[in-house]
């Protein structure tokens, strides 16, 4: 082992990767039904917005519920901050996914071509943006030290 806790993989699960599970899933339905054939619709953005907003949320809550024991303000102030750009990256992406699925709907619903390149900017700051909160809340479980409570 390389020196991490039980603890911090139980953390990893159900702080990252639980949430991005609806986004794997689904891509890899999508994958094996195209009979392995990837494209830019494989893994879907508004999918993985939303499943990236549910990590920002669950990786605030988890920051709100900690209670260092013998914490100065500083430490109070920094955990205070971390919890709130997580609640600002979530909103940020649960309004990508309002987006992506509005222009989604006019491009392939409503023939509105013209709106694809708009639509796919969209789709490549989503795959390229969820690197940010998911190793954000590597960084703030190392830093902290969450763990993860089941109550």
């Known amino acids: 082992m390389t020196g991490i806790r039980p603890s911090t993989w139980v953390w990893v699960a159900l702080h990252l990767l639980f949430p991005l ?3 794997l899933v689904e891509g890899c339905i999508r994958l ?7 494209s830019f619709d494989t ?3 508004p999918t993985l917005a939303m499943s990236i907003g549910l990590v920002s949320v669950f990786v ?3 920051l709100r519920a900690y209670l260092p024991q013998l914490a100065d303000e500083t430490e109070i102030e920094s955990i205070a901050g971390a919890s709130t750009v997580f609640l600002i990256m979530a909103m940020v ?13 006019l491009v392939n619903d409503q023939g509105m071509k013209n709106l694809l390149g708009l639509f ?4 490549a700051a989503t795959f390229i943006g969820w690197v940010v909160p998911v190793m954000t809340g590597v ?3 190392r830093s902290f030290k969450l763990r993860a409570s089941v109550r």
């Open 21 to 23: 599970s609806p986004f």
């Open 32 to 38: 094996a039904v195209s009979d392995g054939s990837m």
């Open 43 to 45: 893994f879907r953005a």
């Open 60 to 62: 605030n809550q988890s």
């Open 93 to 105: 992406f649960f309004v990508l996914f309002g987006v992506l699925v509005l222009l989604n709907a």
């Open 120 to 123: 796919r900017i969209f789709q």
């Open 139 to 141: 960084v703030a479980q």
